[in-house]
């Protein structure tokens, strides 16, 4: 992904080490047979995938003719995979690993770092362009820096395609974005419910001021708050993805930029400020 505004967003990943060897124990009278209990999914299952749904997030280079790609994909969540020979010229997969282009991916092993052995475009989504495409690499760190490995989102996966389309046919980015960052932090679940104050357990009012606590939830703001303050009206709105009120498309940027900082543990997004640079985020 060389036009990626963050080339490092991800350090490369490394192979899990093998497992020691267990010295066998004495002998001793045969226990009852028991059922062996069936492996995690994702232990049994990501040995060999085929045909999975998935978008690159990023890329980067590894040793001479090869790629380290970080796939998101529907069933398995944010996987790493080597992508041998990509940078060949005449490689198949040169002008497939592309940003913003649904995939069918396939690929094989069971570390941390597997091996890529398929991945073909799917089509039926229109290209990402200007502004739109910047806020699609803002989707894509986020998704890098706030995603575990390995970890199935396919809720998740499903908003990320259907907000490429909504900034892909020009629908308003901040509203967009808004939504998005929003459904990252419910599915990673970290995201505070905002309907309720956290010292009342009440229902948050709409006319009344507050701020957010990022690891509890909503309370009455204080003078000496340095936290944003937005209207309960605000909270109410968002919970129910409503950003009609220019008020509180205003309040749910700084709230929600504030609250992706905190869980990023101060850890900068680039496009971010690119994005806000240009007045857009």
Not at 111 to 121: H, I, K, P, Y
Not at 249 to 264: D, G, I, N, P, Y
């Given at each position: 992904?060389?036009?990626?505004?963050?080339?490092?967003?991800?350090?490369?990943?490394?192979?899990?080490?093998?497992?020691?060897?267990?010295?066998?124990?004495?002998?001793?009278?045969?226990?009852?047979?028991?059922?062996?209990?069936?492996?995690?999914?994702?232990?049994?299952?990501?040995?060999?995938?085929?045909?999975?749904?998935?978008?690159?997030?990023?890329?980067?280079?590894?040793?001479?003719?090869?790629?380290?790609?970080?796939?998101?994909?529907?069933?398995?969540?944010?996987?790493?995979?080597?992508?041998?020979?990509?940078?060949?010229?005449?490689?198949?997969?040169?002008?497939?690993?592309q940003t913003f282009q649904?995939?069918?991916?396939?690929?094989?092993?069971?570390?941390?770092?597997?091996?890529?052995?398929?991945?073909?475009?799917?089509?039926?989504?229109?290209?990402?362009?200007?502004?739109?495409?910047?806020?699609?690499?803002?989707?894509?760190?986020?998704?890098?820096?706030?995603?575990?490995?390995?970890?199935?989102?396919?809720?998740?996966?499903?908003?990320?395609?259907?907000?490429?389309?909504?900034?892909?046919?020009?629908?308003?980015?901040?509203?967009?974005?808004?939504?998005?960052?929003?459904?990252?932090?419910?599915?990673?679940?970290?995201?505070?419910?905002?309907?309720?104050?956290?010292?009342?357990?009440?229902?948050?009012?709409?006319?009344?001021?507050?701020?957010?606590?990022?690891?509890?939830?909503?309370?009455?703001?204080?003078?000496?708050?340095?936290?944003?303050?937005?209207?309960?009206?605000?909270?109410?709105?968002?919970?129910?993805?409503?950003?009609e009120d220019v008020a509180?498309?205003?309040?749910?940027?700084?709230?929600?930029?504030?609250?992706?900082?905190?869980?990023?543990?101060?850890?900068?997004?680039?496009?971010?400020?690119?994005?806000?640079?240009?007045?857009?985020?």
């Amino acid at each position: 992904m060389s036009n990626t505004p963050d080339a490092t967003l991800d350090a490369p990943p490394h192979a899990a080490p093998m497992e020691a060897g267990v010295l066998a124990a004495p002998a001793s009278p045969p226990a009852p047979a028991k059922r062996p209990r069936a492996a995690p999914r994702e232990r049994t299952i990501g040995t060999k995938v085929a045909g999975q749904p998935a978008f690159v997030l990023h890329s980067y280079p590894y040793k001479e003719t090869s790629l380290i790609i970080d796939l998101f994909t529907r069933d398995f969540g944010r996987v790493a995979l080597i992508a041998k020979g990509a940078k060949r010229p005449h490689s198949q997969l040169r002008g497939v690993l592309q940003t913003f282009q649904p995939l069918s991916s396939s690929w094989v092993g069971k570390s941390e770092l597997r091996t890529l052995t398929d991945a073909e475009w799917v089509g039926g989504m229109l290209p990402l362009e200007k502004t739109a495409l910047l806020c699609g690499f803002y989707l894509n760190e986020l998704l890098v820096k706030l995603l575990a490995r390995d970890d199935a989102h396919p809720a998740l996966f499903d908003h990320y395609v259907s907000t490429l389309n909504q900034l892909a046919h020009n629908e308003p980015a901040p509203i967009v974005l808004r939504k998005f960052e929003r459904a990252l932090l419910k599915e990673t679940g970290v995201a505070a419910d905002l309907t309720r104050c956290i010292e009342t357990r009440s229902a948050v009012r709409s006319d009344v001021l507050y701020v957010v606590d990022p690891e509890r939830g909503p309370r009455p703001e204080r003078a000496s708050d340095a936290w944003p303050r937005v209207a309960g009206k605000t909270l109410l709105d968002m919970e129910c993805e409503n950003y009609e009120d220019v008020a509180t498309q205003a309040q749910s940027k700084q709230l929600m930029r504030f609250l992706v900082a905190h869980h990023l543990n101060g850890a900068p997004l680039n496009t971010r400020q690119i994005l806000i640079d240009l007045s857009q985020l």
